[in-house]
């Protein structure tokens, strides 16, 4: 059985990044000159389909609903392309990223891989892993994605991706307990979620909370927090360098920190005696309306909402951005993309169903939002023809993007700092939950860990 490999080993194999390769693959613009020339010459060395029978691998990572999707589309896609076969892999997000690393260095990956953004920079930062897809245009409508979504993924001055859609997070609640605890609107200061902590103690018990975040979900939040107030991105988005001083980021934890000492938010050391490791959908106190609010990804709105048991439901609301200062905090980014690896033999028929999937009409309406709104202007329009866009999901991706400004650089979701239960994130706030040290201790925790995967810090 093949051994799971981590990033930095990954590296070791592949070519890690430097500074000076960061800078390139961030800067690089999907209509440079030197791209351009570059892909012309690629696409004409590009054969058309062929008449013979052809397979194809694809894998993606999701839940039952999303896989449903994926699988009707590659029926209807086939239907269509009758010498074309695509034998597809897929699972729960959980151990995905390690399955899916060890195969990028054996070279053994499907031809057509769902991946996150972050991957480009962890598995391809030389452009090793994925095709440049600016070979492939004939086949694949490159004209469907903005600029600036297309540049999000030109790594390595390479078209290594198209975006599937573009994400960030936003608050749901439970607004059938808020209303157990008195409130009738939903919480949109600073102020409105310590009054509400407050409340749900007072009326509902020491086993209600407005929120619950883990500890991923709370470095987010922190770094949403300090954006607002400060108005500049944690960090810049091409070399990776720190924005924030020391004392900033103590404030920040420190934030955290208030929001579970004031009982809006449950204490990780009580949520995981109760849970231990389960995700916050799946737990009995989300469920029955006990945990009554999230700070989540867009794209998970149908996924909480259809968690909660039937005197819950009708309760759930999404909810709006919280400005905690003079800015608007948090960041959009690309959810996924579709890439083709530079070991597939049928560059063109992979090309051909990746347009078919994001592109034409057969397979985008059968896709709808199952992976987040579409980010192809024509596969919307599509989705949206065919009533496969899911409302709730809509709505908090409308928000999200009339929102947030920032951007995200390529390392804050390195593995080695946001892997539940073993990642830096989670042991700066754990200690901070148990007890072990206070937000002025733990920046030492996140500083060390930022800089062990490529950070530059101070």
């Known amino acids: ?25 961030c ?46 589309a590659l029926k209807a896609f086939s239907a269509e392309h009758t010498t074309i076969t695509v034998n597809p892999t897929f699972a729960a997000w959980s151990g995905w990223e390690d399955t899916m690393s060890t195969k990028f260095a054996g070279g053994v990956a499907e031809d057509v891989c769902q991946i996150n953004w ?15 897809l600016n070979s492939v245009t004939d086949y694949l409508d490159m004209s469907q994605w903005d600029d600036a979504k297309l540049g999000a993924c030109n790594v390595a001055n390479a078209q290594q991706c198209v975006p599937i859609s573009m994400t960030g997070r936003i608050f749901y609640w439970n607004m059938t307990t808020f209303n157990k605890a008195g409130i009738t609107e939903v919480p949109s200061t600073e102020d409105d979620l310590f009054a509400a902590g407050k409340a749900f103690q007072e009326k509902l018990g020491d086993d209600y909370y407005p929120l619950h975040l883990g500890a991923y979900d709370r470095m987010i939040l922190m770094v949403f927090y300090l954006e607002s107030k400060y108005g500049k991105d944690w960090a810049d988005p091409v070399t990776s360098t720190l924005n924030y001083t020391e004392d900033e980021i103590a404030e920040g934890l420190a934030f955290i920190k ?19 490791d389960t995700a916050t959908h799946q737990s009995n106190e989300w469920i029955t309306g006990k945990i009554a609010g999230i700070f989540e990804w867009d794209s998970a709105a149908t996924k909480y909402a259809s968690a909660l048991d039937d005197s819950n439901k009708d309760g759930f609301t999404v909810g709006e951005e919280i400005k905690f200062g003079d800015n608007n905090g948090g960041f959009s980014k690309v959810s996924m993309g579709l890439a083709i690896t530079k070991t597939c033999k049928n560059v063109a028929e992979a090309a051909t169903l990746i347009n078919f999937l994001l592109n034409e009409e057969k397979g985008a309406s059968i896709m709808g939002s199952e992976c987040g709104i579409p980010a192809s202007k024509a596969g919307l329009k599509f989705a949206q023809d065919a009533g496969a866009v899911k409302s709730l999901v809509a709505d908090a991706n409308a928000k999200v993007m009339a929102f947030t400004t920032n951007k995200l650089d390529p390392l804050f979701e390195n593995n080695d700092l946001k892997a539940s239960g073993t990642g830096i994130y989670q042991e700066v706030f754990d200690n901070i939950d148990y007890g072990d040290q206070t937000p002025e201790e733990a920046v030492e925790t996140l500083l060390d860990g930022m800089e062990s995967v490529g950070y530059t810090v101070g």
């Open 1 to 25: 059985m093949s051994k799971a490999i981590s990033r930095r080993d990954f590296l070791k194999v592949t070519g890690a990044v430097g500074a000076a390769g960061l800078l390139a693959a």
């Open 258 to 276: 208030s929001l579970v000492d004031n009982h809006v938010m449950m204490n990780l050391k009580t949520y995981y005696s109760a849970n231990s």
């Open 118 to 132: 972050n991957w480009l920079y962890n598995y391809s930062g030389n452009g090793q892993t994925f095709l440049d």
């Open 27 to 72: 800067g690089g613009s999907s209509n440079s000159t030197a791209a351009s020339t570059a892909s012309s010459a690629a696409a004409a060395s590009v054969a058309g389909l062929s008449s013979d029978p052809v397979t194809l691998t694809m894998s993606w990572w999701g839940g039952e609903s999303r896989h449903n999707a994926y699988q009707e």
